[in-house]
């Protein structure tokens, strides 16, 4: 086990969605079984930065999210696959430490309830 793989519970290795983890300076630190699969064709991914990873706007909000500590939540569909994408930072002693991405595969139509 990796030193960052310590850094989250068992259960998580195993989900049945991608979680991707970076530290403040934007380093990736932790990928789930099902990250490391999504993205297996791009090499082991962790160590490397995720600012050369992504576009011009894409590298805007990870720094908007780093600098507030605030949320990105949205769907995508790739490849006839649809998705949410939920990113948020992770704090450690009260101040941003980094960010983490949740990916899930999500049915075409989805229930929506109001509780």
Not at 79 to 102: C, F, H, P
Request: charged share 25%; hydrophobic share 40%.
């Amino acid at each position: 086990m990796e030193n960052s793989e310590k850094i989250l519970p068992d259960w998580a290795k195993a989900m049945n969605c991608a979680v991707t983890v970076c530290d403040a300076d934007c380093n990736i630190i932790y990928m789930n079984d099902k990250a490391r699969a999504t993205f297996a064709a791009h090499g082991d991914l962790i160590g490397r930065n995720l600012l050369e990873c992504h576009n011009e706007r894409s590298v805007a909000i990870i720094k908007e999210l780093l600098a507030t500590g605030g949320v990105n939540c949205y769907t995508i569909d790739k490849k006839g696959v649809r998705k949410m994408i939920y990113q948020t930072a992770w704090r450690d002693n009260g101040s941003v430490a980094g960010l983490v991405e949740i990916s899930m595969e999500i049915p075409e139509k989805m229930p929506h309830y109001i509780r």
